[in-house]
């Protein structure tokens, strides 16, 4: 069965400090990685997906992440966060190549200061 | 139409009360799904369909739930006999297999039992 970790659940960050979240999966075949950010009072949206290709993966906003097959890990980075980057951030995984169910991490939540 | 639209919004049942809950896709996605999150988790895989057809089940997670999407457009998903524990967030998405398999998501109906 798919799993997925995020090892931050609350993370607090100065407007312009650098942010990685991490996220961590457990599968045994090839996989799709997702980034969803929900923004207060919004539905979940795309911020970044990883099919196949370059590891390193641009997303919106400024954000990205890297895919690191041999540490199953998937961690999403932003150099330099705003405050309207407040928001919840979940990763997710599927299987590759099929219209198939997503898995969810638990979620972190982003709350940036001015 | 321009995403997916879900209604209602916020539902307030009775404990021992049904619900029908609304989800109307992205126009020509053939794959939808429903998640259940609860307060403080990531959503979790309920049902999908691909277009009128319920490939998956797995995650409802009693016999009171049961979903349809008779005409492989509009979903609804059912409740009967909801308990307190039935109180999450209700989120529906879809896709289509040409658009990479992303998933859109609506923004959810809010179920508190009480």
């Known amino acids: 069965a798919q799993s997925v970790s995020q090892h931050n659940h609350h993370v607090i960050l100065s407007e312009a400090a650098s942010l990685e979240l991490g996220c961590n999966y457990s599968y045994g075949g090839t996989v799709n990685l997702f980034w969803y950010v929900q923004y207060p009072g919004q539905h979940l949206q795309l911020l970044l997906k990883y099919f196949s290709g370059d590891p390193l993966v641009k997303g919106i906003k400024g954000f990205e992440a890297e895919f690191i097959k041999s540490k199953f890990s998937f961690n999403l980075r932003k150099p330099s966060v705003q405050w309207s980057d407040t928001a919840e951030y979940f990763c997710a995984v599927k299987s590759a190549g099929t219209a198939s169910k997503l898995t969810f991490g638990t979620g972190t939540r982003l709350q940036v200061t001015l | 139409g321009a995403g997916v639209s879900q209604s209602p919004r916020y539902k307030v049942a009775k404990r021992g009360q049904d619900v029908a809950l609304r989800c109307d896709p992205i126009s020509g996605h053939v794959s939808l799904f429903w998640y259940q999150q609860a307060l403080g988790q990531g959503p979790e895989f309920l049902t999908y369909f691909q277009n009128e057809a319920q490939l998956d089940k797995s995650g409802l997670p009693s016999d009171r739930f049961f979903a349809e999407r008779p005409e492989g457009s509009v979903s609804t998903l059912k409740i009967q006999r909801t308990q307190q524990e039935d109180s999450a967030v209700y989120l529906c998405?879809?896709?289509?297999?040409?658009?990479?398999?992303?998933?859109?998501f609506g923004q959810g109906t809010r179920l508190t039992v009480v």
């Open positions: 998405a879809s896709s289509s297999p040409a658009g990479g398999t992303e998933a859109f």
